[in-house]
C-alpha cells in the first residue's frame, strides 16, 4: 500500500456505530455497557462510557465494523476486539451522572495470558504486531514516594454498581492521604481493581474517581482500602 493509502487508513472516520463495551473490573466483578463510536480506524476507536476505567486496562469491544477496516473476521455481521484504554477524560458532570471520553487502540482477537489470570493488570505499547495492530506488554509500576498526611479526613466511599451508579456507601476517615491517593479505613469487602468514589465529608460537592489498589488488614484487624485517584488531584491544603 502507498504511503498515502497508510495515511488515509490511519485517519480517524466519524463513525457513529453502536458498540458493547465489555470489562472485568476485578476477579469477580464485570460489567458491559452499550455506547455508540466516536470514530474509528482499524486500529482504534474513540467513544464516550458511564463506567470508570484507567489508562492500560484491557477492554473487549462489539462492533459492526465496516468489513473495509477490519483486520480479520471479514465475513461475521459484528467484529470482536480487544484494546487498550490509551487515555481518559472526565466530561462534565451533570448531578452525580460521570462520563468520560475514552479512547483505545486495538490490540487483536484474543488477551494475553497474563489478562487472563489478573484482569487488574495494566499494559502499555510494545510497538506493533505484523497487521499494524498494538503490540502490549504488562507496566512496570514505579510508585513514587508521595508526601502524605497522616490526618483523619472524612470522607464518603460509593461503590459503584453494574448501572455505574454508586450504591454501597461508606462513611470513614483517611488514615493518610495525598493529592494523588490515600488510605481509608474500610468495612466493605471491595476487591483491588475496583473503582470507586470518593467524597469530601466537608464539600460533599466534591468528588473523585478512585481505583482500589490493595485492601490489606493492619495489625489493629482494621482493613484498609489504598486508593488512587484517577480524574484529579485531592486539595490538600488546610488538612494538616
Known amino acids: 500500500m502507498n504511503q498515502k493509502g497508510s495515511r488515509r487508513l490511519r485517519e480517524r472516520l466519524n463513525f457513529s456505530l453502536p458498540l458493547r463495551v ?3 473490573e ?3 466483578h464485570e460489567w ?3 455506547t ?10 474513540r467513544f464516550l462510557l458511564r463506567h470508570p476505567t484507567e489508562r492500560g486496562r484491557l477492554l473487549h469491544l462489539t462492533i459492526p465494523m465496516p468489513r473495509q477496516l477490519r483486520c480479520f473476521d471479514h465475513t461475521e455481521p459484528q467484529y470482536r476486539i480487544w484494546a487498550l484504554v490509551r487515555h481518559v477524560r472526565p466530561r462534565p458532570r451533570e448531578g452525580d451522572d460521570i462520563c468520560f471520553e475514552v479512547g483505545v487502540a486495538f ?5 494475553p495470558e497474563s489478562f487472563l489470570r489478573d484482569p487488574t493488570c495494566r499494559y502499555e505499547p510494545q510497538g506493533a504486531d505484523a497487521e499494524g495492530m498494538l503490540a ?8 513514587a514516594e508521595k508526601t502524605r498526611l497522616h490526618v483523619p479526613a472524612e470522607v464518603v466511599i460509593e461503590l459503584f454498581d453494574d448501572a455505574s451508579s454508586s450504591r454501597t456507601r461508606e462513611e470513614t476517615v483517611t488514615e493518610n492521604i495525598s493529592p494523588e491517593g490515600a488510605a481509608v479505613f474500610t468495612t466493605l469487602e471491595i476487591e483491588r481493581g475496583r473503582f470507586v468514589r470518593v467524597r469530601d465529608a466537608r464539600k460533599p460537592d466534591f468528588a473523585l474517581i478512585a481505583v482500589v489498589r490493595a485492601r490489606p488488614v493492619g495489625a489493629d ?3 484498609r482500602l489504598h486508593l488512587e485517584f484517577v480524574d484529579g488531584k485531592w486539595p490538600i491544603e488546610g488538612l494538616g
Open 36 to 45: 455508540r463510536s466516536i470514530d474509528l480506524t482499524p486500529f482504534g476507536a
Open 26 to 28: 476485578s476477579q469477580s
Open 107 to 111: 490490540i487483536g482477537k484474543r488477551p
Open 136 to 143: 502490549i506488554t504488562e507496566s512496570v509500576v514505579e510508585r
Open 22 to 24: 465489555r470489562a472485568r
Open 221 to 223: 484487624h482494621i482493613a
Open 32 to 34: 458491559t455497557e452499550m
